[in-house]
């Protein structure tokens, strides 16, 4: 990626040599100070009370404002999260970062000036705490931080975070600051990420009835009553009124402005502007309010300003304790072109004016016009001619989006985004002619969210019709046609989204995982090999490829796949687990499963199918020690101590397993049978009795016949 050129660069904000400069009061600085760096995703500032709105209740940020400066245009470089986080941690735009989607453009944090890791190399303890897959480690952002918590460690974060509610991430950033030494300690860096409101909106309570007919609110208030818990801990640990905060978001919310509901497409006030508190140590220069125009690529070489550190003279952002009138703020958004096909957009802010480029220019008057309703373009050519003359001068070339594993594109597809898109060219169309399109995609994806397959389905179905081109169109109705069960139609949705993506390896692997669904496993390993032509390391084929030799009972390839993968589902390595220790490969089994109690169990069951009673009770009593709470073991242990001590051991373990969960049939119907033949038919009865009426037919149809004929027989 091309840097800026200096022309350009100055365009854009003034040099930090010259913002730093100034007063005295302007250039105090706080050595030792905390930082506190805290995101709300997706919050437009014009739906918070301490920018004017009425609507909604916010406690928490209202007293943070009165303690902190607050910016009244502040804006994000692009309405997606990954890449606006990018540029608020580096102080660069996104052609110089690289991060130009949620997804195919990695972060490389050694490549640039990353503010973690300038904190960190300063001594300082540095800590994240993020609520959504779209910011997780592996994006690049982990480096620089001592602790990145995700919800889950590692691989399991990646399969299983989605967005966890905000209380809960600030409930892991206070104890993470609660384990901390009273004195003594470094200064820390800690940056809490709040995906509320984002998308969908699906407050907790008592947001939820508070503001029923405004959900989007509701979330607001959620996260406010999050942050609220976060700073309470600050001032319990006497950290608040020293620490430097700075309060933002990644970006806005269309909330149906310009035709669009959420964020991404447009570049429009609602989707730019965001709310911006910076509250200093001491309370300095608290409840005053700043008009000049500030940027997120302000906040890094802000905060390494303020705390002393040297701002690496790469980073664009100017002081905002210094800003002044003259600059230039740039925009962009590439998801149009990458995802739907039509032109990417860009814009440039200066002053009272808002210029958006793209096949269909627009110029706004902010001030006379803050709806942006009205195009002066022709009225205001010389601006218009100025503004596109500076916003050309900007490199903004996109690179193609590099591969995304298919994990990733499903968590981002349950986000509402499509995995890594494809770059299209040739004559592309407007996004703001496509707001048919647009309105009928955002509904589906509404839908998709709701989990109404069936509805989302026959509304994709028709808009796949008009624009066949479509890849997200595609994609999110092969994700409903799975759900709804229709492998064929799902599989050819999936084909035609492999084809729009130019053959991305995410895409073939949803291929090929249908086709192993449908049971052509020759079809899948195919498709998995494919994958690997361009890149022999990737994951998503191996573990195809492992699953396909398992499901054709080759235990060897299934065995050698996965450790090239380095990774399964939890269904796979349980049946290759239990496979190996049915063929006596224990060992084989303990390194799939892992070990612990769970592992112990799987190979003590495959154990006792084999017959095994004496190997499967090792096993079962060494998970039973890892966690005696193993019902299941329970019920199994008993089966294998029948066998080798006779039903007064087996009873005792069926009776703990029952006490444990009464829903054991297994160790219910065999508590009774072995009490009856022992001559106990008043145990035996009620075993009996309470398997007939809670066993489900469906799997113990035969065995209630039986305990039903037994019943007759003891007089039950």
């Not at 004195?183 to 409101?197: D, I, Q, R, S, T």
């Not at 210029?355 to 706004?364: D, T």
């Not at 060897?556 to 796949?561: Q, V, Y």
Request: aromatic share 8%.
């Amino acid at each position: 990626m091309r840097r800026l050129t200096a022309a350009s660069a100055v365009l854009l904000a003034l040099a930090v040599a010259a913002a730093l400069a100034g007063c005295g009061r302007e250039r105090e600085t706080f050595e030792k100070a905390p930082v506190v760096l805290i995101s709300i995703d997706t919050l437009r500032s014009d739906h918070l009370p301490a920018y004017g709105y009425r609507a909604v209740e916010t406690p928490a940020l209202d007293a943070l404002r009165r303690d902190a400066i607050l910016f009244e245009r502040a804006y994000s470089h692009v309405p997606l999260t990954l890449p606006s986080h990018a540029s608020l941690f580096t102080g660069l735009l996104p052609p110089e970062h690289g991060v130009r989607d949620n997804g195919g453009y990695p972060f490389d944090a050694a490549a640039h000036p990353y503010l973690p890791r300038l904190f960190k190399e300063a001594g300082y303890a540095t800590a994240a705490f993020v609520s959504s897959f779209v910011l997780h480690k592996d994006t690049g952002l982990g480096a620089g931080f001592d602790v990145y918590d995700q919800g889950l460690p590692g691989v399991e974060a990646r399969a299983e975070l989605v967005e966890r509610p905000g209380m809960a991430t600030v409930g892991a950033a206070i104890d993470w600051l609660h384990a901390r030494p009273a004195e003594g300690a470094p200064p820390f860096f800690l940056f809490v990420h709040l995906y509320e409101p984002h998308t969908p909106y699906a407050p907790p309570e008592p947001f939820a009835s508070r503001y029923r007919a405004r959900p989007y609110d509701g979330e607001i208030a959620a996260a406010d009553a999050a942050v609220g818990s976060l700073l309470a801990a600050l001032r319990e640990r006497q950290d608040y009124d020293r620490a430097l905060i700075v309060l933002l978001s990644d970006h806005g919310e269309g909330l149906g402005d310009h035709g669009e509901d959420g964020h991404g497409i447009f570049l429009y006030r609602e989707a730019l502007q965001v709310p911006l508190l910076l509250k200093l140590p001491g309370g300095g220069r608290a409840g005053t309010t700043v008009a000049a125009p500030a940027q997120l690529a302000d906040i890094a070489p802000t905060l390494l300003a303020l705390t002393g550190r040297k701002v690496p003279a790469a980073m664009h952002g100017a002081s905002l304790l210094a800003l002044g009138p003259a600059r230039r703020i740039y925009s962009e958004t590439a998801y149009p072109r990458l995802h739907l096909g039509w032109s990417e957009l860009a814009s440039l802010i200066e002053d009272r004016f808002h210029y958006i480029h793209g096949p269909a220019p627009e110029l706004f008057d902010v001030v006379a016009d803050p709806g942006q309703t009205r195009n002066v373009l022709e009225a205001e050519r010389r601006v218009y001619g100025t503004l596109r003359q500076a916003l050309e001068a900007i490199p903004r070339e996109l690179a193609p989006p590099g591969a995304v594993d298919a994990e990733t594109a499903r968590k981002l597809a349950a986000l509402g985004y499509a995995g890594r898109g494809s770059l299209a060219s040739g004559r592309l169309a407007d996004p703001r002619t496509q707001r048919d399109v647009l309105r009928d995609l955002q509904h589906a994806k509404a839908l998709v969210a709701g989990e109404r397959w069936s509805e989302a389905s026959e509304l994709l179905e028709r808009l796949v019709v008009r624009k066949p081109d479509l890849l997200d169109g595609w994609f999110f109705l092969a994700t409903c046609r799975e759900h709804l069960a229709r492998p064929e139609e799902t599989l050819a949705a999936y084909r035609r989204a492999l084809e729009l993506a130019g053959g991305a390896p995410e895409y073939a692997f949803y291929v090929a995982r249908q086709l192993y669904r449908m049971g052509r496993f020759e079809e899948a390993r195919q498709h998995a090999e494919l994958m690997l032509t361009g890149d022999p390391e990737n994951r998503d084929a191996h573990e195809m490829l492992a699953a396909v030799a398992l499901g054709r009972g080759d235990l060897d390839t299934a065995l050698a796949e996965w450790r090239r993968a380095r990774r399964g589902s939890p269904a796979f390595l349980r049946d290759l687990g239990q496979a190996l220790a049915a063929r006596g490969r224990t060992a084989e089994a303990v390194e799939v499963l892992g070990g612990g109690a769970q592992a112990e169990e799987l190979l003590g069951l495959a154990e006792l199918r084999q017959g095994r009673a004496q190997q499967a009770r090792v096993h079962l009593e060494r998970a039973l020690a890892l966690d005696p709470r193993l019902a299941g073991s329970w019920t199994a242990l008993g089966v294998a101590l029948y066998d080798l001590e006779g039903p007064e051991a087996a009873l005792t373990a069926w009776r703990r397993a029952l006490a444990l969960d009464g829903a054991q049939f297994d160790a219910l119907l065999n508590v009774g049978l072995v009490s009856a033949r022992a001559g106990r038919r008043d145990e035996a009865r009620e075993a009996l009795r309470r398997f007939v009426a809670t066993a489900p037919p469906a799997r113990y149809g035969p065995d209630i016949a039986k305990a039903q004929r037994l019943l007759r027989e003891i007089g039950g």
